[in-house]
């Protein structure tokens, strides 16, 4: 009998301890998430994004009783790993990491391997504003997310170039080459396997290639090789004429800004429409600084928030996604005065009030208008992205 | 046994466990004893696979052994053409606050200064110059490591110096120039020939302190190393917080590698040492008085200003980009001043400088009880230090962070333990015990046991003499201890990061994880604010006495 209420009790335990919340029933959510503690597992490199989520932080504590604390990663793939080494070591609750900004390979391997809490995204209140038909917001990289991650800003390939130095736009990666062979030591990209670097060379090899629908399915070592063989020859011509005669790279891509701001480059990268506009009003760039897009169009992904299967606060990550996706968070996030972010929200589905908040919304000198955007690429095959970086960094990363 | 008598092996077993648990970690996945889900069977052959190992393995001896070469000659060219002189007291004073500067601090400094696009080329640009762009010169980051050979240098020189400075004291030097100089040896020549070779006896412990960091060093790598590719510590870390698991093993192989390289660094050294003496021995029984070394002296102190210059001019442009509004190449100075900058980053603060200071204080205050008490109770049974203590208390220096923390977290993910503040400060206090025991043990052995003979006579006992006697009139070396424990505590990287599994974000971390951004201004906050909580702690131990034994003579220096 005793055994039996060990064994019983042990069973209740764990099933009590291993119920996440759930998502349709949002009043128990909120009821749960109030007084959690949430980690938010994000980059920390730029002090930009650093204030955008401490503001959600100040705004979930008023509104939510939610306390959020922002841990600073140096890269994605370390809360990854963090939460793959909790799952190998059978921490199957009460992990480390409950919210994770992601997207891509690493969205693809932790869905894989089923880590991930939901599905949730569809679910949460706001979902109603999400633009789902005119933006990529269910699937990441041609991975669909199935409600494993909910969205919250819209992110576009630009190019960011000092008009007192370049006279007008290089639209093509042909241009771009022709231009840094007559300027040496003006144009350099971040070092993959960085993010913005490997995003590059993604931008640049969908430029060059004639066959772009290969990119859409997984790569293998025979497709790769023919695919990408441009990309090497152009890199190969470009890298004796980049800054440092590519010996060395900015590590990742906010010190670009440090670098035009410096004079050292004139042109360089960047994953988001209103990134130069902010940091123009931030000092970090020249009043001169403008953007502009190739002609053949340029990269678009959408950057999610996922949480972990294994999340200690679950109801509370859920609190932030959902707090994001209002018309208030993502008028905030669209501001180039604080983080200048394009929105993941139909402005349609706004009332009239929601849809003022934009509609003030200064987007900045440097800021290209959607029209200006044009419709984004999509995003390769996550494989891609791996197999490039490899073979970049055996190529270039090893001198 | 008392529980004083359990305090010696307490306080080994806290500098040692861990590096003994962490080698253990990096071993075991060699020969299969811990094996994680859909690793690699293999770490060690995927590691030797690596493209760039040789490169990286290459750049880690080289910029090591050449920091520690050039940190050692400047010391030596420093003390003996200016040993005596007023010169020497003005740099000892400049240097030693410098010595609790953050090596993240340091470096960020030094970037700012070099970089082509740093104040010296602003200072000189354009009108000495013509440059009003900056040059596209590889001066930071470069592929050969000489940025950051050079600031390993001028960051260890000062270590280097008020060590040697500290242990001239046993050398029994004035005595022994004054006899050298009657002989017609020049001030410089004399030292070199009578004092440099007891010296070096003393300092020979802390010289492969130096080494070994040097070779190792990741936060002063990550900002001013080599990219194509990094030096095999930075490397390490890379594998060691890679999504995938299978390179955590790699990491800990490269960690294996990597303590190989520094044990061979060492052993050669040490050979080099016997060469060096047996040249050496030649040069002063040939009676020559090289009369050229007197020349030199400008020279010492051209190097000695420089190295102080750096760090110092370093620190002070991070002040500068702290407040500075715009400021474009080639402007020495910004446009214009603004609390902007600071106005952002100072609410951010708060939370890292709390956990900064709460694990400081935790290690500071544990480290300095295991010390006095091993100090006391070595005191009681009237055992004098010997030297193989010394050498077990140098020990958790000698082995490299980067080549014992790897194993210790993978022995925490395979044990399915959770990292977190306890296992920092425990990882702390690997370092912090043995720079409180090193800055502690000396004052602790020159105190007048006299004092102690007149209490026993009064019928003390040895505890009322430790608590009402000794302890206060030791209070200004005890705060001293504390304040140098504080920094090193204040100053770690590789610990905080590695056995707080990335979720302990103190000072130091925020500071280094800034740095991939770029942003000078937020940099510059942050690494001022480092730098303050190192440096703080200091100003309060050198003030405390005065204020609180104001009255009393003899208890403050």
């Known amino acids: 009998m005793k055994r039996m209420l ?24 909120l009821k749960e998430a109030n007084g959690q503690t949430v980690y938010w597992n994000a980059w920390g490199g730029s002090t930009t994004t650093n204030d955008f989520i401490a503001w959600v932080g100040d705004r979930v504590a008023e509104e939510y009783g939610v306390t959020l604390e922002h841990v600073k990663l140096t890269d994605t793939a370390d809360a990854v790993a963090r939460v793959l080494a909790e799952q190998q070591a059978g921490k ?3 992990g480390a990491v409950d919210i994770i900004w ?81 300027h040496p030591g003006r144009f350099t990209y971040p070092q993959p396997p960085d993010f913005l670097g490997a995003t590059f060379l993604k931008q640049a090899l969908l430029d060059l290639t004639d066959d772009a629908a290969a990119l859409s399915q997984e790569a293998t070592p025979e497709t790769f090789a023919k695919v990408s063989a441009p990309l090497w020859d152009y890199l ?24 035009i701001n410096d004079g050292e480059i004139d042109l360089a990268i960047s994953f988001s429409p209103g990134e130069a506009s902010t940091a123009i009003a931030n000092f970090q760039l020249p009043e001169t600084v403008r953007t502009y897009v190739l002609d053949k169009g340029t990269l678009g992904n959408a950057s999610y928030l996922a949480i972990p299967y294994n999340a200690n606060a679950a109801a509370g990550a859920m609190v932030i996604a959902n707090f994001i996706l209002s018309p208030e968070a993502q008028a905030h996030g669209l501001d180039p005065l604080n983080l200048g972010y394009g929105t993941v929200l139909d402005m349609a589905k706004l009332s009239d009030d929601q849809r003022a908040a934009f509609d003030q919304i200064e987007l900045g000198v440097a800021t290209l208008t959607p029209a200006q955007l044009g419709t984004a690429l999509p995003e390769p095959h996550p494989s891609w992205m791996t197999m490039l970086t490899e073979e970049w960094t055996k190529r270039y990363g090893v001198q | 046994m008392t529980l004083l008598a359990w305090v010696p092996r307490l306080t080994l077993a806290a500098m040692l466990l861990p590096v003994a648990a962490g080698l253990w970690g990096v071993f075991a996945p060699l020969f299969g004893f811990i094996t994680l889900n859909g690793a690699s069977a293999a770490p060690m052959a ?113 270590f280097l110096l008020l060590i040697a400075l500290a242990a001239l004291a046993q050398t029994d030097a004035i005595r022994s120039l004054a006899v050298a100089r009657s002989l017609g040896h020049s001030g410089a020549g004399a030292w070199l020939k009578v004092v440099l070779p007891r010296l070096y006896g003393q ?61 061979a660094a060492l052993a050669a050294w040490f050979l080099a040492e016997k060469l060096v003496g047996k040249l050496g021995l030649l040069w002063i029984t040939s009676g020559t008085r090289s009369p050229w070394l007197p020349a030199l002296r400008p020279l010492a102190i051209a190097a000695a200003a420089t190295s102080a210059i750096a760090v110092l001019g370093g620190l002070a442009s991070l002040a500068v980009w702290s407040f ?54 070595g005191y009681r049974k009237r055992k004098p230090l010997e ?68 209490a026993h006579a009064l019928g003390a006992s040895p505890t009322r003499v430790l608590f009402a006697i000794r302890l206060p009139m030791l209070l200004a070396p005890i705060l001293t201890a504390a304040a140098v424990g504080f920094a090193v505590s204040v100053g770690q990287y590789l610990p905080t990061l590695l056995a707080g599994g990335g979720r302990i974000a103190t000072l130091t971390t925020e500071a280094v994880a800034l740095a991939s951004g770029g942003d000078r201004r937020a940099i510059g906050v942050y690494g001022i604010a480092l730098t303050l909580a190192a440096l703080l702690p200091f100003a309060l131990a050198l003030a405390l006495p005065r204020i609180l034994y104001a009255n009393r003579r003899g208890t403050h220096p």
């Open chain 1, 6 to 29: 060990t064994a019983l009790s042990a069973a209740l335990f764990a099933t009590t301890a291993m119920a996440q919340p759930d998502p349709s029933n949002w009043d128990a959510v």
């Open chain 1, 92 to 94: 199957n609750e009460g």
């Open chain 1, 102 to 182: 992601i997207n891509g390979a690493n969205f693809a391997s932790m869905k894989r391997q089923d880590l991930l809490f939901g599905p949730f995204a569809e679910q949460l209140p706001n979902w109603q504003f999400v633009d789902v038909d005119g933006k990529t917001v269910q699937t990441d990289f041609t991975v669909p997310t199935e409600g494993y991650e909910s969205p919250w800003a819209m992110a576009q390939v630009v190019f960011m170039y000092d008009t007192a130095d370049i006279e007008a736009p290089l639209t093509s990666m042909d241009a771009i080459l022709e231009w840094s062979t007559a």
């Open chain 1, 236 to 259: 190969n011509t470009l890298t004796p004429t980049l800054w440092r005669e590519g010996k060395a790279y900015p590590q990742t891509g906010p010190q670009q800004l440090q670098l």
């Open chain 2, 46 to 158: 995927d590691v030797l696979a690596w493209p760039g190992l040789p490169r990286a393995a290459w750049l880690s001896v080289v910029t090591g052994v050449g920091s520690t070469l050039i940190a050692l000659g400047l010391v030596i060219l420093i003390l003996s053409q200016l040993h005596g002189s007023r010169a020497l007291m003005w740099l000892r004073r400049a240097l030693s606050p410098l010595l609790s500067v953050p090596h993240a601090s340091a470096a960020f400094g030094l970037a700012f200064m070099i970089a082509p696009s740093g104040w010296i080329a602003r200072a000189v640009s354009p009108w000495l110059t013509g440059w009003d762009r900056p040059p596209d010169l590889l001066i930071l980051n470069d592929p050969a490591g000489i940025a950051l050979t050079l600031g390993l240098a001028v960051k260890e020189m000062p």
């Open chain 2, 203 to 263: 300092i020979r412990l802390p010289v492969y302190v130096v080494l070994a960091y040097a070779m190792t060093a990741v936060d002063m790598a990550l900002i001013l190393g080599p990219t194509t590719p990094s030096t095999l510590s930075v490397q390490i870390l890379r594998w060691m917080s890679d999504p995938d698991l299978t390179l955590r093993l790699q990491g800990a192989a490269g960690a294996v590698i990597q303590l190989a390289l520094v044990i």
């Open chain 2, 324 to 377: 500075a509004a715009r400021w474009q190449f080639p402007d020495a100075l910004p446009e214009a001043l603004t609390t902007r900058t600071l106005d952002r980053f100072l609410p951010q603060l708060g939370a890292p400088l709390a956990e900064t200071a709460l694990i400081a204080t935790t290690t500071t205050l544990i480290a300095l009880i295991l010390c006095i008490g091993c100090l006391e109770a």
């Open chain 2, 387 to 454: 030297g193989r203590v010394m050498w077990l208390v140098y020990l958790p220096l000698l082995i490299p962070q980067i080549a014992f923390l790897p194993g210790l977290q993978v022995l925490l993910i395979s044990g399915g333990l959770t990292m977190g503040r306890w296992v920092v400060i425990l990882s702390h206090l690997v370092f912090v015990i043995p720079y409180i025991f090193l800055s502690l043990s000396d004052p602790w052995q020159a105190w007048n046991t006299r004092h102690a003979t007149v």
